[in-house]
């Protein structure tokens, strides 16, 4: 089953990511953690995304449709995998579709998030993840069940994204709107969108993502 999550930064789309990959032993591929490491890296990539990643902006289409094709094509990702944060753009959905054919596979479920845009900043402002295994958490909504211990793998250690300031979100809402949302009109229109309600508990948006991919897979 291959699968994407859409929808504005702070959606939830990691956070149900990670929990449908479990379930459905799926490979998560988040273009943003991906371009993260690059930037950590200091790789030719990693240059070049750093001051657009800063500031807000979307990466160039060249950049990751380049990691994603490359990803897709290893083994692990043969059963399947769910998509967080790509595509973005119109131009990368296209790159998409084109790379899915000729690799004769299809897209089973475009599942969209759906959430206020208060809500949005309240949950990105409460963001943290472990250093280690990257396991999402909220200062709030979803803190760890010892306090400083990641409830995954032990580690104590945690990281705030940059990016994940109240200047930067604004840059990165607009981004969305702009450039990442025609992309619910796309996938509407070829019979693959669903759209959940983003608002609900972790628990309630990923049994309603469960219902919205039987939804479409039957
Ligand atoms: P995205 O990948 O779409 O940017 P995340 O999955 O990282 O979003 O979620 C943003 C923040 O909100 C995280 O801190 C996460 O723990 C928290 N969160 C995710 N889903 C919910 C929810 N349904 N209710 C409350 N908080 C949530
Ligand atoms: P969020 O979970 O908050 O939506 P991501 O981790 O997906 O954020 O992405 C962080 C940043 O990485 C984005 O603001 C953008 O600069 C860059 N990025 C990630 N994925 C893409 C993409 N598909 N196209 C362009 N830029 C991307
Ligand atoms: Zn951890």
Do not use: W
């Amino acid at each position: 089953m291959n699968l994407i999550l859409l929808g504005p930064p702070g959606a939830g789309k990691g956070t149900q990511a990670e929990g449908l990959a479990a379930k459905h032993d799926l490979v998560q591929l988040s273009t943003g953690a991906m371009l993260r490491a690059a930037v950590k890296a200091g790789t030719e990539v990693g240059l070049k995304a750093d001051a657009v990643m800063k500031k807000g902006g979307l990466v160039s289409d060249d950049i990751v449709v380049r990691i994603i094709k490359d990803r897709i094509a290893e083994p692990d990702c043969e059963n399947g995998f769910i998509l967080d944060g790509f595509p973005r753009t119109l131009p990368q959905a296209a790159a998409l579709e084109k790379m899915l054919r000729s690799a004769k596979r299809r897209l089973d479920a475009v599942i969209e998030l759906k959430v206020d845009d208060k809500v949005l900043v309240e949950r990105i402002s409460g963001r943290f993840s472990c250093s280690k295994c990257s396991a999402g958490y909220h200062d709030t909504f979803k803190p760890t069940k010892v306090r400083g211990v990641c409830d995954t793998c032990g580690s104590k250690d945690f990281t705030r994204r940059a990016d994940d300031k109240a200047e930067t979100v604004q840059a990165r809402l607009m981004a969305y709107y702009k450039e990442t949302s025609p992309l619910i009109g796309y996938y509407f229109a070829k019979g693959r969108l669903e759209t959940v309600d983003g608002m609900g508990s972790i628990e309630q948006v990923g049994a309603d993502i469960e219902a919205a991919i039987e939804n479409l897979a039957g």
